[in-house]
């Protein structure tokens, strides 16, 4: 909870105003996490559960030319809708391997302790409840076996684009020659496209963003007056950063109990998250930048989502 404070604390005190989008995920995160996945304009949940219920037999046959007795550790899991797929394709080959879904909210990986075994008879697994790199710590105590680490959703995305080797590099920390990561890349492409991604007409997205307002009002004693702020993505074509805002209407103040005032002028923005878009060649440049080699590469029909297989 402390790190939740000073995060939120630290993030609202810089100027730009920013908050980190791992809060994102409380319980009522989740689940309008889960409708934001479901909303039309959202093409990145359909083209990469494209990828993954076309493409699972084949991914699955690649992984184990390589890979025999192994971990599939998933960051980020949140419901699996896709990484089901390839967990099925596994078990069909009869694959020996123990999947650990890490996620920051324990409401995801106690719901997957639930569905999980009733939906994959015969699944070994073991939820991890926490930050990617503290339960990658944790993991390493648990099996040294060899890894396939997923991270989907675009979610490396979330990471501006000059942190993302930095975040590879961390990575590798917990890897060993050989291992693998497949990682989902949403690739660049029309920018109407893309900014309707995030500013869905039924207004799921603004719902997902001010309930990060709330959730600080609740938990940190917060008084945010969530009707003083309006949602507003902007994308840069030239970066290819699609980046949410919230904007105060007013010249306002929030007080969180414990720290203080943030003074908001009128117009001014709390930056939420970042979406980054890629070209391919820079996500292979990432890859190289952190020490490893692009394997292969999945991709939907429109070419609009890649996921991209790296062997460390
Ligand atoms: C955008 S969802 C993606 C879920 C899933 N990977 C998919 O592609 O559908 C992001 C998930 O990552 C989790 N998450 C966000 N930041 C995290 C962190 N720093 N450590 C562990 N999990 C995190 C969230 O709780 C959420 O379930």
Not at 27 to 49: H, K, R, S, V, W
Not at 253 to 279: L, N, P
Request: with cysteine.
């Amino acid at each position: 909870m402390s790190n939740f404070l000073d995060d939120v604390w630290r993030g609202l005190s810089t100027s730009p105003k920013q908050l980190d989008s791992r809060y994102f995920y409380d319980e009522t995160g989740d689940e309008i996490f889960q409708e934001i996945m479901a909303c039309p304009e959202y093409y990145l949940t359909n083209c990469e559960l494209e990828i993954f219920s076309d493409q699972s037999g084949k991914l699955a046959e690649d992984l184990l030319a390589d890979l025999h007795d192994f971990d599939v550790v998933e960051l980020g899991a949140g419901d699996c809708t896709k990484s089901i797929y390839l967990l099925r394709a596994l078990l069909e080959r009869k694959a020996l391997f123990t999947y650990y879904p890490i996620d920051i909210s324990a409401h995801v990986i106690s719901q997957l302790s639930i569905d999980l075994p009733a939906k994959l008879p015969g699944l070994g697994m073991q939820g991890l409840n926490g930050d990617h790199f503290e339960m990658l710590e944790k993991l390493r105590k648990i099996s040294q076996k060899p890894k396939l680490v997923l991270f989907l959703g675009s979610s490396i995305g979330n990471l501006p684009i000059a942190d993302a080797p930095g975040f590879y590099k961390k990575m590798k920390e917990y890897l060993a020659p050989g291992d693998l990561v497949l990682t989902g890349f949403d690739l660049k492409k029309e920018p109407a496209i893309i900014l309707a991604a995030y500013n869905d007409k039924a207004g799921i997205t603004r719902r997902f963003n001010l309930n990060l307002l709330t959730r600080i009002n609740r938990e940190l004693g917060a008084d945010f007056d969530i009707t003083q702020f309006a949602h507003k993505p902007a994308y840069n074509e030239q970066t290819g950063s699609c980046e949410s805002y919230l904007e105060s209407l007013n010249e306002q103040q929030v007080h969180i109990e414990a720290k203080g005032d943030v003074s908001f002028k009128a117009g001014e923005r709390i930056r939420m998250e970042v979406s980054q878009k890629y070209t391919v060649p820079q996500t292979d440049e990432i890859a190289a930048n952190a020490g490893f080699r692009p394997v292969r590469k999945y991709y939907d029909t429109r070419q609009w989502f890649m996921d991209a297989l790296w062997r460390c």
